[in-house]
């Protein structure tokens, strides 16, 4: 089996890229450029290709020559606050490329299947929400038309390889440095959960026998705070002196709460999330100190922390 991953070099691609190779299959790791990220990637079934999603023409001139059995779409600009500095950006790669990708899928291998990384924000909250909403509007699309196409409905997942900007990696690298930190409004609730867990969901929904679309997630909601009091616990310091509370970080029209329902997916497959908060934020801030020691952001021996 031949699968290709998209947005290769991103938490998600990293960890199902490496889940599938150990599995056996066959991986084109799809990543814009060579970078640092790329040593995440080495193993003796996975292969580095330069792809650019928004390039139709090179992603069909791909599913021509490697015969591709699935195609696990992550690539996007999966950050809220980066989709409102350009949500032209913001639509170009997280819809429209999804609707081209997967018209050459139903003209050139319709037998191939088809996994779009949605979103449990899905709808008109933000640029980012609503691209996704489109995307998802793609995959029906293309089901209607015959492609084998699923949409996973992802809620926040953190790991250490989270890029520093997002609010999980600011929270243990301040625990770990032993900084205190201004998180804004700490009441808004999530759905936190491992990258780890979720990409395990993606090939067992792409491997039913009929397609479904499904939540990704804990089905559990926790307040920012909850995150942020787990990363200082497992750094030994007293959460309640070093967290700050000013509402000075709030982004426009950010939902209050964001969560969704595994039981979709848990009637489906088995498969359910594994990893606890606390657990989640000991890992990342285990991470950020070795990094602080070493001053390397990536290593591959981050994955084993």
Not at 17 to 24: I, P
Not at 28 to 38: N, T
Not at 258 to 281: C, D, H, K, N, Q
Request: aromatic letters at 4%.
């Amino acid at each position: 089996m031949i699968a290709l991953v998209t947005g290769a070099t991103g938490q998600d691609g990293i960890y199902l890229s490496r889940l599938l190779a150990d599995a056996g299959t066959t991986v084109l790791a799809g990543r814009r450029s060579p970078g640092p990220r790329d040593c995440y990637l080495a193993h003796r079934l996975i292969t580095l290709v330069d792809l650019d999603v928004t390039d139709t023409a090179a992603f069909a001139a791909l599913l021509r020559a490697r015969q591709i059995d699935e195609v696990y779409q992550l690539a996007a600009i999966s950050s809220v606050a980066l989709s409102w500095d350009d949500p032209r950006a913001t639509v170009a790669v997280n819809a429209e490329a999804v609707e081209g990708m997967l018209a050459a899928v139903r003209h050139i291998r319709p037998s191939t299947r088809f996994f779009q990384a949605s979103s449990v924000q899905a709808g008109p909250t933000s640029p980012y929400a609503a691209s996704k909403l489109a995307a998802e509007g793609s995959v029906a699309d293309a089901r209607a038309r015959g492609v084998f196409a699923v949409a996973g409905r992802l809620a926040n997942h953190e790991s250490p390889l989270r890029p520093v900007h997002f609010v999980s990696r600011r929270i243990a690298r301040a625990a770990a440095a032993g900084d205190v930190l201004d998180l804004g409004d700490l009441s808004s609730e999530r759905d936190w959960g491992h990258a780890r867990d979720h990409v395990a969901a993606m090939p067992l929904l792409l491997r039913l026998p009929e397609p479904l679309d499904a939540d990704i997630c804990t089905g559990v909601r926790h307040p920012l705070r909850a995150l942020a009091e787990a990363a200082y616990s497992a750094a030994g310091l007293d959460p309640a002196t070093h967290i700050v509370e000013t509402g000075a970080v709030a982004r426009p029209a950010d939902p209050v709460t964001v969560g969704g329902s595994p039981e979709a997916i848990t009637a489906a497959t088995g498969w359910r999330a594994r990893t606890s908060i606390a657990a989640l934020m000991a890992e990342l801030v285990a991470v950020e100190r070795r990094r602080l020691a070493s001053g390397l952001e990536d290593d591959v021996t981050y994955l084993a922390v």
